[in-house]
């Protein structure tokens, strides 16, 4: 071999060997590049929130990880533990508990394994189905008005002997859409009295009740979202936590339609009245899981078949304790005749009015599919008073010109037994 050719052979194998080293740290460096490629995390699926919710099962959806090309599944945690998969964006969690409270996470997994951060935490309660109600088992309802202390008629004079259960009225709303006291002055003082009652009876149980007639104004408001649902639902679990009730009574008057010309109002108040009870049912039972004990929760409605129709009573009675009809005022100072306030029965008499009784309020609540196990019906211990009435038919079914109520202590003292009497 000549000189040159030597050179040009010593050429060749010197880039022979620069195309192999070249060529190895090329493709280490690919190598390289895709294993940092597969160690870079797929971003966190976001906006987790649940789509149903039954007794057993929570369905639930999110927004996809933006890094859905690569993306291969999504692993879904309960309570911080694994439980499963979706290649989809949606997932039902079930063989759950009733009435149990839990929290739901996700996570993005790419083609190579990696997991993203964890989603935004998604805490849910399952619906709460309560056992019917022994037949043998009965509610004497009582309802306390705070302004009787006005009178001196305070909570430690009640006989609560006779009762098995107080509510409390009212308690307001405020424009936080938080339950309110309904009158700073006495309301302390009546809570403490009503906490000593309870001292001296131990079964006694103790509820604050919301809104009657004069302060339901807020309430299409409160029931309107699930944010406001959750506010006022916290709101009434730390109300009585701090003041000692056993529960909360929603007297809502009335949803969708009636009470007060100022009342906020809405077509969908009855379907948010429902998620509204929900809402109380699954923080009262949360509150109750940490401190061992059932909070209760009831409603009071009223006793026509056009509250039923604004109302769910099917799906109400899954979420309360028991409802209180208010099988009274049936008749009144609004009517064009004098009347029975609260009739038991429907009478055949012959009427100039419409005709209806605590009979008919307790069959209309039962047809409308509320069980009967949970109602309790209403009694008026007042009456109504009606002016210029002429004597036909001893005053009944008769014009008058004016009315206001009467309470049972002034039936007792200048009626029951004096006949004659036109005090």
Known sequence: MNRKSSKKAKVLTSLLVFILIFGFFLNFYVEAAKVSRDRIQPTAPKNLKAILVTENSVSMTWTASTDNVRVSAYNIYRNSTYIGYTTT????????ASGITYNFTVKAKDVAGNLSYVSNILTVATTHILPPLPSSVKKIVGYYAGWSAYSGFT????????????????????????????????????????????????????LISVGGWDWSGKFSNVAFTDESRTVFADSCVQFILQYGFDGVDIDWEYPVNGGLSTNVRRAGDKQNFTLLMQKLREKLDAQGS?????????????????????TEPTLLAKYVDYANIMTYDIHGSWDSYTDFNAPLYNNTDSSPQYKWSADSAVNAWVNAG????????????????????????????????GASSISYAGIAANYLNNVSSTE
């Open 155 to 206: 909570p430690d004079k009640i006989d609560a002997s006779k009762l098995t259960h107080i509510n409390y009225a009212f308690a307001n709303i405020g424009s936080d859409l938080k339950i309110a006291m309904g009158d700073s002055y006495v309301d302390p003082n009546n809570f403490s009295k009503l906490t000593n009652l309870k001292q001296q009876y131990p079964n006694l149980k103790t």
């Open 89 to 96: 964006t949606t997932y039902t969690a079930s063989g759950l």
């Open 290 to 310: 940490i401190d061992g004990k059932s909070y209760l929760l009831t409603y009071s409605g009223a006793a026509n078949a056009s509250y039923l129709n604004n």
């Open 370 to 401: 509320f069980p009967i196990g949970k109602l309790v019906m209403g009694v008026p211990f007042y009456g109504y008073k009606y002016a210029s009435v002429n004597n036909a038919n001893n005053g009944l079914y008769q014009t008058f010109t």
